[in-house]
């Protein structure tokens, strides 16, 4: 089994086409995929962000 893996992505990013995360993430069960109303920044999402990275390692019980 693999490491379970979050991607986060802005889906106005410019940088990195958010299909390439999508594709990526699909068939691969480990990996959590967010896509969020942003840019490739995403410093408009940063609260969000830590509240999805809190929740994903509680879920994976690296944080108790």
């Known amino acids: 089994m693999q490491d379970p893996a979050l991607v986060i ?3 106005r990013d410019e940088t990195v086409d ?3 995360s999508q594709e990526f993430a699909k068939g ?3 990996v959590t995929l967010h896509l ?6 995403l410093l408009d999402s940063l609260d969000g962000i830590w509240e999805l990275i809190q929740s994903f ?3 994976h019980a690296v944080l108790t």
């Open 9 to 11: 992505q802005g889906t």
């Open 18 to 20: 958010p299909r390439y």
């Open 28 to 30: 691969r069960p480990n």
């Open 36 to 41: 969020l109303d942003s840019d490739h920044q």
């Open 57 to 59: 390692l509680s879920a």
